[in-house]
């Protein structure tokens, strides 16, 4: 995915990214850097397209969580191979 435009579903990165934003995506960055906190990365997870922010790394596993934590279910980890890229722009 060298750049993509994902539609944000939920309240879970308020008030950062609102629902409905448009989120422009890329997976450039991470040809030249690792994944690094405060990132806000898409992933997928259960067969699902997610928007997180890493919080936390360990070797190839990284720990993610929303920005509303009254409404960000916790994910914990997510591995290297799951990230599809960073946010790049949000609209």
């Given amino acids: 995915m060298l750049l993509s435009v ?3 579903k939920g309240h ?3 008030p950062f990214i609102k629902e409905g934003s448009l989120l422009i ?3 450039i960055p991470f040809y030249i850097i690792k ?3 405060k990132d806000i990365i898409l992933f997928k997870s259960q067969g699902k397209t997610i928007v997180k922010r890493i919080v936390g790394k360990e070797k190839n596993t990284y720990f ?3 920005d509303n934590k009254s409404d960000s279910k916790k994910f914990g980890a997510v591995s290297r191979s799951d990230i599809l890229g960073r946010v790049v722009l949000k609209i």
Wanted: charged share 35%; proline share 7%.
């Fill in 35 to 37: 994944p690094r906190e």
């Fill in 12 to 14: 879970s990165m308020e």
């Fill in 25 to 27: 995506t890329s997976s």
């Fill in 6 to 8: 994902f539609k944000v």
């Fill in 64 to 66: 993610v969580e929303g």
